[in-house]
């Protein structure tokens, strides 16, 4: 993708995020209500739908896009490109995914939206709820994932099969976020916006003719 394409498609996730931020002022709409409750057993509103393997998975995917643990991976990947004499992939990496998690600080304290209550909480939170912090830092890091794919492996069924998994990943965890009760549906849909547009950026403007 060029950067040119790159900065389009970085507009186009941020105008979706503009309109989401438009209903984010107060608790959520109906939609975002439904969708919460659909998440829930009706008959206890304590107990999520699915299998008995659902709720640890989803425990364990919302532990492995918290902050620390994507940290600890943009650094490990930073320090592999860089040992590959690959300075400016991992100046992407590190602006990628520790700028995103900078601005949804900012973005937090902007709009200090309230988490959901009509649920019980199956996970610890703490803060404000817009914009999920594990939607968007976990799609910033899935789109620098999969852009880095594309620029540097060849184009064979294990890049695609590399770059469907980082997707899938942000994906899992955002979902999470609103399985456990913690976010509001459009908390997480911003943050995915929030999060794959400031890849997108960061990559047109490191990335771009090197």
């Known amino acids: 993708m060029s950067a040119r394409r790159q900065l389009y498609a970085a507009a186009a996730l941020a105008l979706g995020f503009a309109v989401l931020a438009l209903i984010a002022s107060g608790p959520g709409g109906p939609v975002d209500q439904w969708l919460i409750r659909a998440l829930r057993d009706p008959a206890d509103p304590a107990t999520p739908i699915g299998a008995g393997w659902a709720l640890p998975l989803m425990s364990l995917a919302t532990r492995l896009g918290s902050t620390k643990a994507l940290i600890v991976a943009g650094l490990i990947a930073a320090a592999l490109l860089l040992w590959r004499r690959r300075r400016f992939e991992a100046l992407f990496v590190v602006a990628a995914v520790g700028g995103s998690m900078i601005a949804n600080n900012l973005l937090k304290q ?71 009760g ?5 908390d997480i849909l911003a943050g995915w916006c929030a999060g794959a547009a400031w890849a997108l950026a960061m990559a047109a403007l490191l990335l771009r003719g090197r």
């Open 110 to 180: 902007l709009f200090a939206r309230a988490r959901p209550d009509l649920v019980e909480h199956l996970s610890h939170a703490s803060g404000t709820s817009f914009p999920s912090g594990h939607a968007q830092n976990c799609a910033a890091a899935g789109m620098a994932a999969a852009l880095l794919l594309a620029r540097l492996a060849p184009p064979t069924r294990l890049r695609a099969a590399g770059m469907a998994a980082a997707a899938a990943f942000a994906v899992t965890v955002g979902f999470s976020r609103a399985y456990l």
């Open 182 to 186: 913690v976010h509001w549906p459009s």
